[in-house]
Structure formats: C-alpha cells, structure tokens
C-alpha cells in the first residue's frame, strides 16, 4: 500500500469516528486495512493513533465537543479490540512486561497500543490500564513478579504520581528495572533522568525496540 493510500483511510476513518459510525470505523480498519494487507502496526499507529492525535486538534481548538472527542476514542478502542485477536505474533521470548498508567492518568490508548506491541514482539504482558493507584500497583508487582515494569504518563502534572509509583515499587521490588514513556516525557523532557528511570521512547515502535536491547531477545 502507498502513502496515499493510507492516507486516504485515515481520513476515512476519521470521518467515521467523527460521525460516531461504529459500524464504518471497524469496516474500514478489517475490510479497507487488515484484509488488505496493511499491517497491524501501520493501523495501529498511521491510522488509529494518528487518527486520535487529530481528534486532540479539533478538539483544543473547538472544532468539536468533549462528547465528540468521547465517541471517537470509543470507537478507536473497539477498533483496537478487533484488532487484537489478528495479531501476528513472535514466538514468546519467556519474559513478562507490566504496564500502567500511573494514578490519576486516564490517557490508556497509548499504552494498550504499546501492549499489543510488546505482545508482538514475543512479551508476555500485563496491561493494566488507566489510573492505577501507586500501592496497588506495588502489590501487583510484587504478586506477579514481572521482568520490566513500563509506566506511562501523558499529562506533566501526573510526574509527582509518577515519583510516587517509582518509589513504592522500588520499595517492595527494589532491583525490577523499570522504564517510562508517554507524551509528558516530550513536554517535559528529563524527567525521566531525575528519577533514575530510562525513557523507552516516544512510540509503541521504539519502546518494543528499547525492551528487545533490554533483554537481547
Ligand atoms: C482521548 C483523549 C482523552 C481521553 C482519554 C481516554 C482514554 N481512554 O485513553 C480523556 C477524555 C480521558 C482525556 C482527558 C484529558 N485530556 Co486528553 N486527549 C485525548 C487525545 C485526543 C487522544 C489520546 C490518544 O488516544 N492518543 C493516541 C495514543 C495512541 O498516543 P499516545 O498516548 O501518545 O501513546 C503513544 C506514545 O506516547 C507511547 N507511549 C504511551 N505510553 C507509553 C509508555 C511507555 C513506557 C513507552 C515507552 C511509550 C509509551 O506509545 C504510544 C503508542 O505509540 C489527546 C490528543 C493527543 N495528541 O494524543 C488528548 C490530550 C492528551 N488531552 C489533553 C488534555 C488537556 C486533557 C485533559 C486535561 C482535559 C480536561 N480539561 O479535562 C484531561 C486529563 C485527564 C487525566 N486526568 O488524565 C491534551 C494535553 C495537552 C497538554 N500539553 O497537556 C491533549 C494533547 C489534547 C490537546 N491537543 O490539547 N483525554
């Protein structure tokens, strides 16, 4: 497929989200996309993640509601569930990633695309979603012993719940590498270095990359 090509579905699809049209999303991403060979990464991030990074636009700029903004990022999540049982897999590389937006952050889109990456590449994950508070997640880390615990932030504002996370885990599992990822860390770069925690990137992409050197598999 062309450039065009995907450019084309993209404002298709985009279109669809902004008419509310379920039915039209997900045609267009299995029938236009999947089953015409775009891979699952290019619907993943030129489409899907695309697509929302313009719903964000229209919306900081009063082009369209709240309420718009909602059924679109619906639509995007049902798009990504569908997707889900298609995705090609590496054989399992015997390692366990856990990831999680750190309390109070509601943006999981990008982190459950990070997920299905990570699934991809041959990690075993467990993907905890939005908002986890810090001790929760302290205790689930150390019930379920991952190898890498990956923690995403979007909103600047949340770096203090990100601290907060940080040192919980590193009290309960004090050698578990962890990393960090998500818009914030591009708003507010260094963050990351303050904390003593690598930045693994600015996409789903790179994070798999990061995670591969990590662990040389
Ligand atoms: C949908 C959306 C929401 C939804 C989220 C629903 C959900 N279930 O996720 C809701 C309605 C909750 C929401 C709320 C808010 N939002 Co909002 N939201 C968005 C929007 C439109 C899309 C987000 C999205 O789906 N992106 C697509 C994903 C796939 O991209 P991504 O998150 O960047 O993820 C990729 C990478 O960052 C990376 N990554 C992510 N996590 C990790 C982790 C690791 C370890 C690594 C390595 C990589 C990594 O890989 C991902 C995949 O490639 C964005 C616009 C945008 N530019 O993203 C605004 C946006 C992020 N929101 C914004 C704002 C202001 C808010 C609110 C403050 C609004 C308000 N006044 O209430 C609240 C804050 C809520 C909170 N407490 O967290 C602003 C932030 C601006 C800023 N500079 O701070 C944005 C940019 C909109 C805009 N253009 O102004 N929002």
Same mark, same amino acid.
């Given at each position: 497929m062309t450039t065009d090509t995907i450019e084309v579905l993209r404002q298709a699809y985009l279109r669809a989200q902004l008419a509310g049209n379920r039915r039209e999303a997900l045609r267009l991403i299995v029938d236009e996309g999947l089953m015409r060979g775009l891979s699952i990464p290019t619907l993943h991030l030129d489409i899907i993640q695309s697509a929302q990074v313009e719903i964000g636009r229209l919306w900081q700029e009063n082009h369209i509601s709240v309420a718009q903004e909602h059924l679109a990022t619906a639509i995007s999540q049902l798009a990504l569930s569908h997707l889900y049982r298609h995705l090609p897999r590496d054989p399992a590389n015997g390692r366990t990633v856990m990831l999680s937006c750190v %309390?109070?952050?509601?943006? %999981?889109l990008g982190a459950r695309i990070a997920s299905d990456f990570l699934e991809m590449a041959g990690f075993d994950v467990r993907f905890l979603g939005a908002n986890v508070p810090a001790e929760h997640l302290a205790r689930e880390v150390r019930e379920s012993k991952p190898d890498l615990l990956a923690l995403s932030v979007t909103?600047?504002?949340h770096v203090p719940a990100l601290r907060k996370a940080v040192t919980a885990v590193r009290e309960v599992e004090p050698l578990l590498p962890m990393a960090v990822g998500g818009l914030a860390f591009t708003w507010a770069p260094g963050v990351e270095a303050e904390l003593g925690v690598?930045?693994?990137?600015?996409d789903a992409r790179e994070l798999v990359a990061a995670a591969c050197r990590m662990f040389e598999v």
């Open positions: %309390e109070g952050e509601l943006h %999981e909103m600047s504002y690598p930045f693994f990137g600015k």
